[in-house]
């Protein structure tokens, strides 16, 4: 685990890192350029993730009101989701061995609507957000679902037992 290290796509807020499989990897170069794409990010990164935010907020309201539970935070629409977001203060650094095998940063947060599971929030090769949803550990949604093309799926929609099966507009 590395020093905390200020992450300004995070509001400059202290994070450490922990790294993982670079001791036996054959480009750990990959590593050194995830890390300083994401510390070269401003909080743009996460405005351009906001809709996808929303939607996972979106889907996990509709599922509680679903069950008659109806006490979720109201939120008022993506430019308002990140205010109900308290990042973590851990980043994974670890290359995912699917699809492109780059490097990537993911961090698991606390929101307001999913205490169990919270946020994951994943950065492709340091850059851009490539994956939101409660924290399942992978880092693509095509990994998490064995499913090549949800590979530029940034938030994918869980289908319920009940829902009908999904069309294209599920992804």
């Known amino acids: 685990m590395s020093d905390p290290v200020t992450v300004p796509v995070l509001g400059d807020a202290e994070c450490q890192f922990i790294v993982v499989g670079y001791d036996d990897d054959d480009a750990q170069e990959d590593f050194h350029t995830a890390i300083d794409a994401f510390l070269a990010l401003d909080v743009s990164a996460l405005r351009a993730a906001a809709p996808s935010v929303f939607a996972y907020y979106q889907d996990v309201r509709s599922r509680l009101a679903g069950v008659g539970i109806d006490r979720v935070v109201a939120i008022d629409g993506p430019d308002d989701v990140w205010n109900h977001v308290e990042f973590g203060w851990e980043v994974t650094i670890e290359r ?15 929101c307001a609507w999913e205490r169990e599971h919270g946020l994951q929030i994943v950065f492709r090769g340091g850059r851009t957000v490539t994956k939101v949803g409660p924290f399942d550990g992978h880092l693509s949604n095509a990994s998490a679902y064995g499913r090549d093309e949800l590979a530029d799926v940034v938030y994918h929609r869980r289908r319920a037992v009940t829902d009908e099966p999904p069309g294209p507009s599920a992804l």
């Open 96 to 110: 995912d061995w699917s699809g492109d095998r780059q490097v990537c940063l993911s961090i698991g947060s606390s």
